[in-house]
C-alpha cells in the first residue's frame, strides 16, 4: 500500500466549476500536508500548506487535512482555464524527516472554457 | 524563491550506458534532493545531497545506480547508472525552501532509454 494514494483522474470540469481533488493517506506521523502544481513540461510549485487538522484558505484555493480519517483535500472555487494542471498532494512526517516529502500520485485537472 | 536549472532538459540514451544530470542553483543552499517521476506514478524521493557529506539515499536506490556529487552549495549532479528501460523517467531536482514543507524544483530531466 502507497503511503498517500491520490486518485489520477483525469478530471475535467467547466470554467467556473468548483473543484475537489482528494487524498488519503496511512501513515499517522505525518503531520504537514502540501499541495503542489505542476504544469507540463515545469517542475512541481508549492500551492498552500497545513499544519495538523483544519483548514486553509487563500484567494479560490482552500484546503482541509482530517488526520482522524488520514484525509487531505484540496478545493478550488471559480475554477479557470489557467488552473489546468497536476495537482499533487504531499506530506511530511516532521522531526528528523526534515525535507522528505512524501508525494501522491498527482491527479490531472483541465478547466475548459 | 531560488530558481534552479537543470542540464539536459531531455535525452535519449542506450541501455547499458550512464548519464549525468546536472543541477544549479542561483542561491546558496544546504539542502538539494533528487526526485525520479516515473510515468503515471508519484515523485519518489532518490536521495538527499548535503554540500561536504555522503549523499543519503532512500529505501530502493543505491549509489553505485545514482551516485551523486554535490561540490558546493549551488551545484549537484546525478548520474544514472548502466541504464536500463526501466530507468526511464522524469528526473527532478530540488533545494530546501527553508521550511518542512516548501521544496522548489527544477524543471526536469526527460530521461528515455532504448
Known amino acids: 500500500q502507497k503511503e498517500v494514494e491520490q486518485d489520477p483522474g483525469p478530471l475535467s470540469v467547466p470554467e467556473g466549476a468548483i473543484v475537489s481533488l482528494n487524498c488519503t493517506y496511512s501513515n499517522s506521523a505525518f503531520q504537514y500536508f502540501m499541495w503542489y502544481r505542476q504544469y507540463s513540461r515545469k517542475g512541481p510549485e508549492l500551492l498552500m500548506y497545513t499544519y495538523s487538522s483544519g483548514n486553509k484558505e487563500d484567494g479560490r484555493f482552500t484546503a482541509q487535512v482530517d488526520k482522524s480519517s488520514k484525509y487531505i483535500s484540496l478545493f478550488i472555487r471559480d475554477s479557470q482555464p489557467s488552473d489546468s494542471a497536476t495537482y499533487l498532494c504531499a506530506t511530511n512526517a516532521g522531526g528528523t524527516s526534515y525535507g522528505k516529502l512524501t508525494f501522491g500520485q498527482g491527479t490531472i485537472l483541465t478547466v475548459h472554457p | 524563491s531560488a530558481v534552479i536549472s537543470q542540464k539536459p532538459s531531455r535525452d535519449i540514451c542506450q541501455r547499458g550506458t550512464s548519464l549525468t544530470i546536472q543541477c544549479q542553483v542561483d542561491s546558496q543552499v544546504t539542502m538539494m534532493f533528487w526526485y525520479r517521476q516515473q510515468p503515471g506514478q508519484s515523485l519518489t524521493l532518490i536521495a538527499t545531497?548535503?554540500?561536504?557529506?555522503?549523499?543519503?539515499?532512500e529505501s530502493g536506490f543505491v549509489i553505485d545506480k545514482f551516485p551523486i556529487s554535490r561540490p558546493n552549495l549551488t551545484f549537484s549532479t546525478l548520474t544514472v547508472s548502466n541504464m536500463s528501460p526501466e530507468d526511464s523517467s522524469i528526473y527532478l531536482c530540488s533545494v530546501e525552501g527553508g521550511t518542512r514543507y516548501e521544496q522548489y524544483f527544477g524543471p526536469g530531466t526527460r530521461l528515455t532509454v532504448t
Open positions: 545531497a548535503n554540500q561536504g557529506s555522503e549523499a543519503t539515499y
